[in-house]
């Protein structure tokens, strides 16, 4: 088989060829081993349903107008978007039956994550690479956002982070490249969900808020309107450092905040004289008491660590919002290669087993968490 790079296969620089497609990718190959719900996926395997999509997307009049760029984040979403069901499929019996149920719960978060890990190590630009990632993590919204809680702030949530249109595109081509009884039904969902993002102000683009102040309690509590300006009573800023060990987060803080003091769990972890895998507690618990020293003083700081789940930034920010500070996230994407080769010649060089864990865990920050994201690639 004649080599190709996954780059240029995915720009479509090489003419479509799903044989060409199935011979390069072994994940894609898996897909034609992974069952599905005859009631929903009369067409077959995740593999057929998969050709089905991308040749539906071809058809579709966003596509036929989109530039190369778009092209190629809705080609390789919808190559991808269903990625990770062969893990995360179940089939059960149904009671007094000898039929079953075929079902892959979580499969769009977990197929977020996969993709991610598939495109770490391509040339593209973070932006690009994220906006596929968004696109695999959302594809079902179209067709579940109204049983959401909220359903006007997970739209408006989701046009932070990916294209709604696009996001509608996908989720058109996910329902055309399928054979169900549902189909004109779930296309109509689609439909409703691009009028409604039009409502909410958010089709094509980030809902736009009074102020950042305003967007970040937007997402804290519930009676807050996007264009009510809020006065901003934050006293101090933080800035909460966000990367895979060895993207350059020391170096970034020695260039762009040398005059602030720096929470550092590394620097902890020496003082205490706690390894990399001894008790975090308590280099977590000292790192919190310096932070709520500068807190209580409203001096701006540095809280420098990896923190690439979305959750332990959560905890974080809201211990600092309770003093009433002002959060910036700096997030640090790097391609996997020049990670490990930074960390290499990092004085002292981490496991990249360990970098390979940090980045199956990678949760890349938005908006709706904090004041302010700042990219630094």
Partial sequence: MKQFKTEDILSLKIPYDWDLLVEHFDW??????????????????????????????????????????????????????????????????????????????????????????????????????????????????PIWFWSKSNPEKAVIQASLSVN????????EADMRGRITATQEEKIDQVAYFAEFCKEQQCYGGARHFASPHTRFLYFQKKEVYPDAPIYDDTRAEVYLMCGLPGTGKDTWIAENASDLPVVSLDNIRDDLNISFNGNQGKVIQAAQEQAKSYLRKQQPFVWNATNVNRQIRKKLIDLFTQYRAKVTIVYLPKPLSVVLQQNRQREVVIKESVIEKFLNRLEPPTVAEAHHVMVVE
């Avoid at 190559?79 to 000898?98: F, Q, R, W, Y």
């Avoid at 892959?104 to 593209?124: E, F, I, N």
Wanted: hydrophobic share 40%; aromatic share 8%; with cysteine.
């Fill in 28 to 141: 894609l190959q898996e897909l034609y081993e992974c069952p599905q719900d005859p009631e929903y996926h009369a067409e077959g395997n995740v593999g057929i349903h998969t050709k089905m999509v991308v040749e539906e997307m071809f058809k579709l009049e966003g596509w036929q107008q989109a530039d190369a760029l778009t092209r190629t984040i809705l080609f390789t979403a919808c190559l991808m978007h269903d990625i990770s069901k062969p893990e995360c499929t179940v089939i059960e019996k149904i009671a007094g039956s000898d039929q079953v149920r075929i079902s892959s719960p979580r499969h769009a978060v977990k197929g977020a994550q996969r993709t991610r890990l598939q495109l770490a190590d391509l040339s593209w630009p973070d932006y690009v690479k994220e906006e596929i990632c968004n696109l695999v993590r959302y594809h079902g919204l």
């Fill in 164 to 171: 709604t249109a696009w996001l509608s595109w996908v989720a």
